[in-house]
């Protein structure tokens, strides 16, 4: 779980609690297309293959639902929220990774990336998200899906996700090539990548 103690329900240092859900995102909406669209998981797959599911196969895979904080490195957190959708672990179940993978790039529209470790990616918390409170994420909220991480800080959950690349070694994504935090713990702070120490992540 890291070094750092998380206790459900409070606020991680530096945090504030947010009644709403602010709007924040890098880049335009995309337009969802139900025809074009799916969810590929490639890389050091197990067989050495890629999965793909469409938008239809991957609405039909198995629903679950976590109740679990959400904290933003803009400093806002929203505590107790419902989110449903299919979990990471059903994903690595049905498309497993091959024995010597450490870590996952997740891909989104535009080709917008997020790095996780492959033990934050399959916490029993995380989900790949289509609905909040029971209701379908809106557009501008990541519809059809956003992963959603609740032991990291919310940038490591892109909206508008299109499929993983199982790693066998560690490479930064968008946000961390920009001076984010390669791992982004909120219960350590993690924010900014001058605050890694070695081991955190690669150099940029």
Not at 77 to 94: C, P, Q, R
């Amino acid at each position: 779980m890291g070094r750092y103690e998380r206790r459900e329900g409070e606020l991680p240092p530096g945090q504030r609690l947010q009644r709403g859900w602010p709007v924040t995102h890098y880049g335009p909406v995309p337009r969802f297309k139900p025809d074009r669209w799916e969810f590929r998981v490639f890389g050091a797959t197990a067989d050495g293959d890629k999965t793909c599911w469409n938008h239809a196969e991957f609405s039909a895979l198995p629903y679950d639902t976590v109740v679990a904080d959400f904290h933003c490195v803009t400093k806002f957190s929203m505590l107790g929220i419902e989110w449903g959708g299919v979990a990471t672990s059903t994903v690595v179940k049905l498309a497993p990774p091959a024995d010597d993978v450490t870590h996952v790039m997740v891909w989104a529209e535009y080709g917008f990336s997020s790095n996780l470790r492959i033990e934050d990616f399959l916490d029993d918390q995380s989900v790949f998200a289509t609905h909040k409170g029971g209701q379908p994420l809106t557009a501008e909220h990541g519809f059809p899906v956003r992963l959603i991480v609740p032991r990291l800080y919310a940038w490591k959950g892109p909206k508008w996700v299109r499929g993983i690349e199982y790693m066998t070694a560690d490479r930064r994504g968008f946000w961390e090539e920009r001076g984010y935090h390669n791992i982004g713990d909120p219960w350590g702070e993690q924010r900014y990548s001058y605050q890694e120490e070695p081991g955190d992540g690669p150099e940029i």
